[in-house]
Structure formats: structure tokens, C-alpha cells
């Protein structure tokens, strides 16, 4: 982990429970504080709960105004 | 905030309960030739309902099973399918499977797949939503279920357009409703498009991820009346502001019903206007809906809360027989005013025990209403023909009790079609009727529920019990029993009469079971059987399974009860109406008849009771199903309301004695349990001479 080329991959929770959007959120804010980019798995989420959309969306403009990659695979 | 959804689920799954058995109710109706629109209108707003829940949790085999379903009782209702008995095959088929869903989305159990494919199938074809040959259907070789049904085409019904904003509140995601499922529960109406607004997302380091900050405004085009619509919105209108906007232009001058264009027709409409309103006259303009009866406000309440109020009830019970006993030394002249108050605040306090019961008491129908699909299945299962009568189904009972009905009368009428009611040649041959009637009926007396199942098959093969009971060495060979010992014979563990086992009944581990079930809820089941016009069992239970109606008798020292329900009368005998028996017995003659004296004081072995009847008293109590019996007691002392305590639970079964309580005066008595004094009696020789004196 650390430095530019390597970019943290990190899974979104499959049931999109309120409490791991939790800790996603917080593991968010501490990648975002170390200048690490993000890549959001997704594999495992069939179907986006409505908290998991605005969680990501809200992320997407947090690492973008500071220029950090971040997307979904 | 999953256990929050968990409760949410829970809750539905209680109301999947009500509105399966709801709807079954009004198939029955239907069938019976009931008022059809009320019946038609409650079966649709009943799957209706299951389906905007099961829409809401993301049940989608749930979910779309009942919109098939919604959609054929639609046309119903608008007079567009015929109701007749295909369709009414048919109903209950949906109504079977309706119930298997909700399980499978509640337990797992997965339904039956060719079972669900066939009715689904069969619905949407009936719906007309599925218009060519029933291809998918599984089993080409069953009947079509739909053979028969007469509907028409659904005419298109004109499409309108709706604005729909909608803005949760902060606890919809916590609450576990996801606007997402409600979107899709629009989307299932029609076309949607839809904008997201999400000018309110915060900052991520803001966000609390269980408050939804996104709003969402829906376009939706769709045929589907403006019910669907608001029924939609209504499921989340504590937790979401949503408004609806009606955008559909105004139709120039045209009819407001332009769909089948008949005098049949717009008769039929008009006859189920009140059950489907057309679309809203104009756009935001609030329709009447006079469909909708007026809800009656209900509050649900966990079951230990009401037994936590139940049991407090029950110790308040005993507190003005206590205090009459303790005022019975006072003038009543001169404390005229605290008598007064004693009687009233006795009367309060029985409403209050009243009230305490009648909030746990569930009408019988909720039981009841399974047995039409029983039987039908048995039907199929047995090649017999039976019509099910069913009546006193709003007999109301403790909740508790009607859960635990299920099993042992769905044992008994398993038992009655299998063993009692004969195949149609049989009957034909005996001079029946082929088609053999079930008859389930329930009636409160007094403290009770009496509840009976008679057929009119072939009554007790009582010489095949008999062998049977020999061969499986639970009676000695030559043993001469009565009618009604061979019959309560049945009821001892492990007899089964069947031949083979069958998957019906007769595997040897009911008849016992259900008298084991019926008597741990304070009831007792009889039979009566008469060779060649049938068998009825009767059961016979407390409505509440706290409180008792009981007759305080003395023996001895000690206090026994006796449930006032069962009492037929109290005297003391001359001695010219006892007839003493080979030294053992001693019978009562008794308005013609000759009854078995049972002495309490013998039989519980009491020291200083009364041998001599004739100095004590005879109270003659009546068993469920069972024979007339005489008890002997030295005396009464009176009737009193008391608190049934389980005597198994704090100390151990004892032969005879169903319950504890503590009376008014503080002092501990035991309940007797009649129906097994009945069986001790049953069990001892009689003497010929005193079966039948009349």
C-alpha cells in the first residue's frame, strides 16, 4: 500500500448494511487524509441500496476535489 | 437497523397471516353463493396488500404471484371474467399458493415449483397477461385449470400521467425501507423515468450514511387506477413526504367508463362502482373512495406484555373474594355503603378480566378458514367426495389457543375423511348420499368454546378396534368393554387402526396427541359415534386459559374445584336412590338413568371425608363426550372466579387434577380435570345391571 502507483482496493459491503457503510465511510476518510486513492469493489453488490449510492456518490466528489483516483471495478 | 427491518418483516408476515386467511374466507363465500362483490372486493384488497408488502421487502416471487392474482380478481370485480366454479378452482388454487409464498419468504420452505408454475401460469392467463398457449406450463397433462373460465380481453384502459416527488424522512433507511424498492414498486405499475436530486448530499466527512439525502421526482405513465398509486405511497407515508401529482390532461367530453361500451356492461359497472373507482376527475383533485370500509385502529403488542396484564388481572380476581370473607362477620346494616362498594368493585373487576381476555381472543376463523384446502386436498388424495360445513367461525378464543388448534383438528379431519367417511360407491350402496359431509362448528357457552367435528361416514368400527386393542395386547382377549371404552380406546398412544399407513392419517401418533394437546390447554375432547351414521368429536376448551368459573367443594379438609361449565346439577341423595353394587360400585338413580358415583375422598385418598353419600353431596358433572358422572363430596362451599396455576409446572402431573389455584381466603385448592376422572371411571368394571336403568 502507499505511494501512487499502488491503489487501494477496497470491497464494498454485498447487503449494504447501514453499519458497514459505516466503517466504509470511515476507511474512506482515512484513505483520503493519507492521499491514497481508492478503487471500490463491487463485485459482490447485486443490487445498490439507495445508502450505498449516496455513500459512493458522496465519495466520488470528496477524492475527486483532491485529485485522487478513486472509481468503482 | 437490520433487527429494525427484521421487526418491520415480522410484522408483515403477521399481517400475510390475517390476509391469507382473510382471503381464503372470501373464497369460501363465493363458493357458498355469499354476496359476491363484498367477498370479491376483500379477496382483492387482501392480494392486494400482500402485494405492495411483499413489493416493499423485495419478495418479487411474492410480489409478482400476487399481481397476477390482483389482476384476475380485478376483472372479476369489473364483471369482465365470469365466476363460476373454475374460477373459483382457481382462486383457491391462488389462495394455496399465497399462503406457500408467504412461508417460503418467511421460513425458506420453498413452495412446491409445479405447483407455484401452474397457478401462476393459470392466473395470468385468466388476468389475460399471458395470451398463448400455457407452454410454460410444467405438467401439459394436468388439467388446465383455467378450462372453462370465461373473460374477456382486458380493455385497454386509458394511461395517465403522474408526477411523483419523493423526499424521505431522516429515519427511512434506519427504518430499513429503501426508497429504491418503492421506485420499483412504481416501476411495476407502468413507465417511469426518473430524475435524482442530489443537491443535499453533505461533504463525505459529513455524511451520515442512515439518513437518506437524495430526493427523487418520478415520472409515471401507467393504466393502473390511482389506488395502486396512493397504496404505494401510503406503505411509507410516516417515513417519506411524497406527493403525487395528477398530470393526465383532461379527457375532452368523453364517457368516463369507455371500455365496453353494453348495457351488461356499464350495469356491471355500476354495480361494482364502489369497488373501483375510475381515475381521478381532474389532476390533484382528491377522489372518494368509498371502496374502503373505515379501518379500525389497532395497536399491536407483544404477546408477554398481554400475558403480564392477563396474569395481573387474574391475582386482582380473587381480591373481592377475599374480602368478602374477611367482611362476612361485619352487620350488613350498618356497612350497607362498604358492601355496596365490595359488589361494585367485584363487577369492575370481572368486566376488567372480561376485557383482559377479549384482547387476546382471535375469532376461530383464522383456523377455520384452512380446512377448505384440507379437505380439498383430501379430495384429490382419497378419490372421496366431501362438502365441508363450517360455522361459528367468529367464535372468538385466546390467541394461544387458536395457534394450537391447527395441529390436532387438522388430525381429526384427516381422521374423519379417512377413516369415518366412506368412498362414494360405498355410500351410494348404504343409501347415502356419495358426496359424505364434514360439519366444523364452534359455539361459546358460558366460560367455554364448544367446538364440533361430525361426519356422517361409517361411525367407529368398533370390532376392528376391539381386535386391534387384543392383537396389540392393550386389552385382555374375551375383556367385554362398553361402546364408548372401545371408542376411547383410540385415543391411547400408538393405537392406529389403518391397515396400511396412509399418507392421510393412520400412523398410530394423532389420536392421542390431540387429546394430549387439547388437554394441556384446559380442554377435553369427546366422541360419539354411531355405527353407519357417523362420529362426532367434540372439543371443548376455556376461552381464556387464566381465569376459571369454578365450583368450590370441600372433602375432608381439603378444597377441590369443579369447572361450573360441566356441572349439570348438585343435591343430596335419599338413600332410596342409591343402588349399591357388588360391594365396590354404587350407582344413582338419576332422572331415569343410572350414574356411577365417583367419591373424592376415595378416590384422592382424603382422610376424614364422608363415606356416606347420602350425608354429602352429588355433584353430577358432564366430561366433553364423556358419560354423566356423579362426584362426591362432603360439601359446597361456592362459586368463585380463580386463577388456573399449573400444578405440572411447580410440582408434577397428577392423574385427575388439571390445575392449582389459590382461593379467596388464601388457601391453596386443586382443579379437577373431569375428562380424566371420566376415563378412570370408564376404565373400572361396571355391572350390567346398572348400564341402563331407563
Redesign the interface.
Same mark, same amino acid.
Given at each position: 500500500m502507499g505511494g501512487d502507483s499502488a491503489i487501494d482496493r477496497l470491497e464494498l459491503p454485498a447487503t449494504g448494511?447501514?453499519?458497514a !457503510?459505516?466503517n466504509l465511510?470511515t476507511v474512506?476518510?482515512d484513505r !483520503?487524509a493519507a492521499g491514497q486513492a481508492v478503487h471500490l469493489d463491487a463485485r459482490h453488490v447485486h443490487?445498490?441500496?439507495?445508502?450505498l449510492?449516496? !455513500?459512493v456518490?458522496?465519495?466520488a466528489?470528496?477524492f475527486a476535489a483532491r485529485e485522487l483516483a478513486f472509481g468503482l471495478v | 437497523?437490520?433487527t429494525e427491518e427484521e421487526d418491520l418483516q415480522r410484522i408483515f408476515f403477521l399481517e400475510c397471516e390475517e390476509l391469507v386467511a382473510s382471503a381464503e374466507q372470501s373464497v369460501e363465500t363465493l363458493r357458498a353463493g355469499g354476496t359476491q362483490d363484498d367477498a370479491i372486493n376483500a379477496l382483492f384488497r387482501a392480494v392486494h396488500s400482500i402485494k405492495g408488502g411483499a413489493g416493499a421487502f423485495?419478495l418479487d416471487r411474492l410480489a409478482k404471484f400476487a399481481h397476477a392474482f390482483e389482476s384476475f380478481m380485478d376483472l372479476l370485480r369489473k364483471g369482465r371474467a365470469t365466476l363460476d366454479a373454475a374460477a373459483i378452482d382457481l382462486l383457491f388454487d391462488g389462495v394455496d399458493v399465497l399462503r406457500m409464498l408467504v412461508d417460503e419468504a418467511q421460513n425458506g420452505t420453498q413452495a412446491p415449483p409445479q405447483r407455484y408454475d401452474a397457478a401462476f401460469s393459470a392466473l395470468r392467463k385468466a388476468a389475460g397477461l399471458e395470451t398463448g398457449p400455457a407452454d410454460s406450463a410444467p405438467e401439459p397433462a394436468a388439467p388446465d385449470p383455467t378450462a372453462g373460465i370465461e373473460f374477456e380481453a382486458p380493455a385497454a384502459a386509458a394511461l395517465r400521467q403522474y408526477r411523483i416527488v419523493l423526499a424521505?424522512g431522516p429515519r427511512m $433507511?434506519?427504518a430499513g425501507v429503501?426508497?429504491?424498492r418503492v421506485i420499483a414498486n412504481l416501476k411495476a405499475l407502468g413507465s417511469v423515468s426518473v430524475e435524482i436530486d442530489?443537491s443535499d $448530499?453533505?461533504? $463525505?466527512?459529513a $455524511?451520515d450514511?442512515?439518513v437518506?439525502?437524495?430526493r427523487w421526482t418520478i415520472a409515471l405513465e401507467t393504466s393502473a387506477p390511482r389506488d395502486d398509486v396512493d397504496e404505494i405511497a401510503g406503505m411509507i407515508d410516516d417515513l417519506a413526504d411524497v406527493a403525487i401529482e395528477d398530470l393526465t390532461p383532461p379527457e375532452p367530453e368523453a364517457p368516463p367508463e369507455p371500455v365496453v361500451p353494453t348495457a351488461e356492461a356499464a350495469t356491471a359497472e355500476a354495480a361494482t362502482a364502489a369497488a373501483a373507482p375510475v381515475a381521478a376527475p381532474a389532476a390533484g383533485a382528491p377522489v372518494p373512495d368509498t371502496r374502503r370500509e373505515k379501518p379500525v385502529a389497532t395497536v399491536r403488542v407483544d404477546v408477554p406484555k398481554l400475558e403480564r396484564l392477563g396474569n395481573m388481572v387474574g391475582e386482582l380476581i380473587i381480591t373481592p373474594a377475599f374480602l368478602a370473607r374477611q367482611a362476612s362477620d361485619l352487620d350488613t346494616e350498618k356497612h350497607r355503603r362498604l358492601f355496596r362498594a365490595l359488589d361494585e368493585m367485584s363487577q369492575h373487576i370481572r368486566d376488567l378480566a372480561d376485557a383482559a381476555t377479549s384482547i387476546r381472543a382471535q375469532p376461530l376463523k383464522v383456523v377455520f378458514s384452512r380446512f377448505g384446502a384440507l379437505v380439498r386436498d383430501l379430495e384429490k388424495s382419497t378419490g372421496k367426495r366431501i362438502r365441508l360445513e363450517v360455522s361459528g367461525e367468529g367464535t372468538e378464543i385466546d390467541k394461544t389457543v387458536v395457534e394450537r388448534l391447527s395441529e390436532p383438528l387438522t388430525h381429526l379431519i384427516r381422521n374423519s375423511v379417512d377413516h369415518g367417511i366412506e368412498s362414494a360407491e360405498k355410500r351410494l350402496a348404504a343409501g347415502k348420499d356419495p358426496v359424505g359431509l364434514l360439519k366444523l362448528s364452534a359455539e361459546q357457552r358460558g366460560t367455554h368454546v364448544a367446538i364440533e367435528l361430525s361426519d356422517d361416514g361409517a361411525g367407529v368400527n368398533r370390532p376392528r378396534v376391539l381386535a386391534k386393542a387384543i392383537e396389540r395386547g392393550l386389552v385382555s382377549p374375551g375383556a367385554n368393554l362398553s361402546d364408548q371404552e372401545i371408542d376411547d380406546l383410540l385415543f391411547v398412544p400408538g393405537f392406529s387402526t389403518a391397515e396400511a399407513v396412509t399418507s392421510v392419517s393412520g400412523r398410530g401418533v394423532g389420536m392421542d396427541a390431540v387429546r394430549a394437546t387439547i388437554a394441556e390447554m384446559g380442554g377435553q375432547v369427546g366422541l360419539v359415534s354411531r355405527t353407519g351414521l357417523g362420529t362426532t368429536f367434540s372439543l371443548h376448551l376455556p376461552l381464556s386459559l387464566a381465569i376459571l368459573d369454578a365450583m368450590v367443594t370441600l372433602v375432608g379438609l381439603h378444597s377441590y374445584l369443579i369447572p361450573t361449565s360441566a356441572i349439570i346439577e348438585s343435591l343430596r341423595p335419599a338413600a332410596s336412590a342409591l343402588v349399591r353394587m357388588d360391594g365396590q360400585n354404587t350407582l344413582l338413580a338419576w332422572r331415569g338413568s343410572m350414574l356411577r358415583i365417583l367419591s373424592l375422598g376415595a378416590e384422592f385418598s382424603v382422610p376424614g371425608a364422608m363415606d356416606d353419600p347420602t350425608r354429602g353431596i352429588l355433584v353430577i358433572v358432564k366430561p366433553a363426550g364423556g358419560e354423566l358422572i356423579a362426584l362426591q363430596v362432603d360439601d359446597l362451599i361456592g362459586q368463585e372466579p380463580v386463577v388456573v396455576k399449573s400444578l405440572e409446572r411447580n410440582y408434577r402431573k397428577v392423574r385427575g387434577i388439571s390445575g392449582a389455584t389459590i382461593l379467596g381466603d388464601g388457601r391453596p385448592a386443586l382443579i379437577l380435570d373431569l375428562p380424566a376422572l371420566g376415563a378412570v371411571m370408564a376404565r373400572r368394571p361396571r355391572a350390567e345391571a346398572g348400564t341402563n336403568a331407563g
Open positions: 448494511e447501514l453499519a !457503510l459505516g465511510k474512506l476518510l !483520503l443490487e445498490p441500496s439507495t445508502a449510492v449516496q !455513500l456518490e458522496s465519495a466528489a470528496a | 437497523m437490520a423485495g424521505p $433507511l434506519a429503501d426508497p429504491l442530489a $448530499l453533505p461533504a $463525505l466527512e $455524511l450514511p442512515a437518506c439525502h437524495l
